[in-house]
């Protein structure tokens, strides 16, 4: 055992002795000894605080270092934010523990407590800022504040919604005292959506009207992320688009994501490229962030999508104008997202293009990503594609990220398989379907195709090959469905994308991410793995040509 460790063991025997003098000796020796263990830290600022009720300031500061290093070692020492938070209410700073509180929350072996501290500093913020005594300004801002916090922490969602709707209500409430019932009114609607039948709801209230931006496509026609396959895991694509949600669209107010990134030294647009086999769930993430943005916000995100054939056109100067009119309505919509798929097409490889119109056409898309960031505009720009290495070298380094879209591994398939047989009414799903055999057989498959083998599977129940009227969909319907979903494969195969992939990675200096590639699709490339043996992934996929996509060559023909 080491000197820290044997230090910090004998404060802790102290304590329960009833010494608290030698246990805080014992965990200062510990931290001394070695300050990268966060329990010591933890230890000595709780026996400071049960040492004496009435603490000074100085006193306080020190306690409050100790738990701020804990929880930098270990953000998971939900005990050390739970006392934080207890330290935050005796410097006199509720809005503050309210933040500690719920990192407390759920994790924390004092549950109790810090439910009830949780719901007492509330209700006393809440119940300052309804009675209008302080500033308009200084109230509502308090309660944006608190109901981001709410919105981004990892409460239950029946306990986050049921106090995000405290906080509009009392919002709405402050909003009527300084005479705005516009915004009043509108924190209502979002109150409803929350909490339909809660208390201060009016028995008539208007329905919200969306907001007309012009983009493509209503918003509340979009996904949101719980109908993303494996959003929570630790280590996914789709996971790591969602704290870049949370990170530049988290919060509705563009002025304040712009400060707050100031801070940072970070500009308000972020430049993404997804690249990925097809089907892998490219565009249906960046939709996802539209219809996340409503589910949260209440309002809509604009979605512009940048079509090839929407803008090439005839004429000299003509494309550059509808292109330049494009960025123009995304800028005009801040906060928004510009999606450009198969941005190969559009930011071609000019090394690659014979015609001098069609080389200045890609410089001049050059012109236009940079000017998003000139303007420092609230914007997500993604770009997709499924052949990176047609991408123009220029363009894929004006982008922030290039993040690889891995083929969903098994428990992210078993999510898929929920998510799609979801929709299918109960009565017509028959209790022998088993998603985690479905998610084994479905190896190298990707979420487009596993959605395409559900709707074949129901496709086939409703035409009646798979019983009369009174059949439901059985696991054997689906397992055919998948077999074949994989006979029927007609792309590139994976072993050419991903050789392709990797080569144009390191081209632009991205040998790690080309590594990375590597270990994200590994298992779905060795030719004696045992899917393949057992016949989960047909053998065709190992030998078969790739199939060349010549829509792009055709229009540069025709």
């Avoid at 906080?167 to 516009?182: E, F, K, P, T, Y």
């Avoid at 979801?422 to 057989?441: E, F, G, N, Y």
Wanted: proline share 4%; net charge negative; hydrophobic share 40%.
């Amino acid at each position: 055992m080491s000197e820290s460790s044997e230090a910090y063991e004998e404060g802790l025997e102290a304590l329960d002795s009833g010494d608290p003098v030698l246990a805080m000796q014992s965990f200062t020796e510990a931290i001394i000894e070695d300050g990268s263990a966060w329990e010591p830290y933890y230890a000595r600022a709780y026996v400071f605080m049960q040492d004496a009720e009435d603490l000074d300031e100085e006193v306080l500061e020190l306690v409050a270092a100790d738990l701020d290093r804990a929880l930098e070692i270990n953000g998971a020492a939900s005990d050390a934010a739970a006392l934080r938070a207890e330290v935050a209410l005796r410097q006199g700073e509720p809005e503050e523990a309210v933040r500690y509180l719920l990192m407390a929350f759920g994790r924390s072996t004092q549950q109790t407590e810090v439910r009830r501290r949780l719901a007492e500093t509330l209700h006393g913020l809440l119940g300052d800022v309804e009675s209008g005594r302080g500033t308009e300004e200084a109230d509502t801002g308090l309660c944006d504040r608190l109901d981001r916090m709410l919105e981004v922490s990892t409460l239950p969602a029946v306990v986050r919604d049921g106090l995000r709707a405290e906080v509009l209500a009392a919002r709405s409430h402050r909003w009527q005292l300084a005479g705005d019932s516009a915004r009043s009114l509108a924190d209502l609607q979002l109150l409803a959506g929350l909490v339909p039948d809660h208390p201060r709801l009016p028995a008539t209230l208007p329905a919200a009207r969306p907001r007309d931006t012009g983009a493509v496509g209503p918003a509340s026609q979009e996904p949101a992320f719980d109908t993303v396959g494996g959003i929570d895991g630790a280590d996914s694509f789709s996971s790591e688009l969602r704290k870049i949600f949370d990170v530049y669209l988290g919060d509705p107010d563009v002025g304040e994501t712009r400060r707050r990134l100031a801070e940072f030294g970070q500009p308000a647009t972020r430049s993404l490229l997804l690249f990925g086999p097809s089907g892998c769930g490219k565009t249906y993430v960046v939709r996802a962030f539209a219809g996340e943005y409503r589910r949260r916000h209440g309002r809509e995100l604009p979605l512009f999508r940048l079509r090839m054939e929407e803008i090439y056109g005839k004429y000299v100067g003509e494309s550059e104008s509808r292109l330049a009119e494009a960025f123009d309505r995304a800028l005009n919509a801040q906060p928004s997202l510009l999606f450009c798929d198969e941005i190969d097409g559009l930011g071609m490889n000019r090394e690659s293009i014979s015609q001098d119109f069609r080389q200045e056409f890609a410089g001049h898309f050059l012109q236009q990503v940079d000017r998003l960031k000139e303007q420092n505009a609230a914007l997500l720009f993604f770009g997709c594609t499924n052949r990176l290495w047609s991408v123009d070298l220029a363009l894929l380094r004006r982008f922030d990220r290039v993040i690889p879209v891995e083929l969903p591994n098994e428990s992210t398939r078993v999510e898929i398989f929920r998510i799609h047989l979801a929709r299918v009414a109960q009565r017509l799903c028959s209790p022998d379907i088993d998603v985690a055999a479905l998610a084994r057989h479905s190896h190298g498959l990707t979420p487009g195709d596993i959605q395409k083998s559900v709707s074949r599977a129901v496709d086939n129940l409703l035409v009646g090959s798979d019983g009369g009227a009174d059949a439901v969909l059985g696991q054997e319907a689906l397992m055919r469905a998948l077999d074949e979903e994989k006979k029927g494969q007609g792309r590139m195969h994976l072993q050419q994308w991903v050789r392709e992939s990797r080569a144009a990675l390191t081209r632009i200096g991205q040998d790690t991410m080309a590594t990375d590639l590597d270990r994200r699709y590994g298992p779905y490339l060795d030719p004696l793995s045992a899917e393949r043996q057992n016949g989960v992934v047909p053998l065709d996929a190992w030998t078969e040509e790739p199939s060349l996509d010549l829509s792009f060559l055709r229009q540069l023909g025709g």
